[in-house]
């Protein structure tokens, strides 16, 4: 097993910029992939941003966002630049024990979430 938890969400203004950072602990080892996902009201969930838990190889939905990885430290960090309300949403990172990277039903263990608000 796998535990996951966010930090870093909040309320920003259009145009500003959020660090998300998501810890790791459990069995980290068995770790393929980590993806940072967001799913809005009445939207469906979707990838923002994949990195390779070993090769540090990286997806990135748009290039606003910008995932980084602290092996050492078992964290994930999404970086996300400019803002927009359209960006609202909540967001969590997620493990995948298996590739391929893009595959979300790869996905199987997942935090809670934290808010990320942007207003206009």
């Known amino acids: ?63 606003r966002f910008a995932i980084s990885k602290d092996t050492a430290k078992n964290k994930v960090d999404l970086q996300m630049n400019s803002l927009k309300p359209e960006d609202t949403a909540n967001y969590y990172c997620a493990a995948s024990r298996s590739s391929p990277l893009l595959d979300t039903l790869k ?6 979430g934290t808010q990320v608000t942007v207003s206009s």
């Open 1 to 63: 097993q796998v535990q996951l938890v966010e930090s870093g969400g909040g309320l920003v203004q259009a145009g500003g910029s959020l660090r998300l950072s998501c810890t790791l602990t459990g069995r980290t080892l068995s770790i393929y992939g980590l993806g940072w996902f967001r799913q809005a009201p009445g939207k469906e969930r979707e990838l923002v941003a994949a990195i390779n838990w070993n090769t540090g190889n990286k997806f990135y939905k748009e290039s």
């Open 107 to 112: 996905y199987e263990f997942r935090g809670q």
